[in-house]
């Protein structure tokens, strides 16, 4: 008989009452970031995997003089009174960063992300600073 409710739809609870529809228990886990995971020189993860896949392999010091591997870097001062990660927005907005032969372009959304990230003003994250890639 248990098997005919079960087919129908039913189910039996502890105890035998029966109930038209079975109950079920969906368990939720969180992650919680505390302050004492947050690097001062580390991106958001998010942001970092952005700059790693785009911009690690020319600005983490293989060819440019401008090392963008800490987050200490994207807040030092620039010209015209902007931090070096406001300037790199500017270029990050207007495609000319990376540069349009490069192998790797950001999607629009990835763009968005390391610009929302710079007009927050670049809050620290739990994640390393950028990875040198190794000389050819």
């Known amino acids: 008989m248990a098997g005919a409710l079960a087919a129908a739809g039913c189910d039996l609870q502890m105890g035998g009452e029966l109930v038209d529809e079975p109950t079920t228990t969906t368990t939720t886990t969180t992650t919680t ?3 004492a995971d947050v690097r001062e020189d580390g991106f958001p993860c998010d942001v970092r995997a952005v700059l790693q896949a785009h911009c690690g392999e020319c ?3 293989n060819y440019y003089a401008v090392s963008f591997h800490s987050r200490e870097v994207w807040l030092g001062p620039w010209r015209d009174g902007l931090t070096l990660g406001q300037y790199a927005a500017v270029r990050i ?3 000319t960063m990376p540069p349009p032969t490069a192998a790797s372009q950001p999607t629009a959304d990835e763009r ?3 610009l929302d ?3 927050a ?4 994250g739990t994640c390393a600073p950028l990875t040198r890639p190794p000389f050819w």
């Open 121 to 124: 003003g670049m809050p620290p």
């Open 93 to 95: 907005e207007n495609e």
């Open 117 to 119: 990230w710079v007009a």
């Open 112 to 114: 968005t992300l390391v």
């Open 33 to 35: 970031t505390t302050t």
């Open 59 to 61: 600005h983490t010091g």
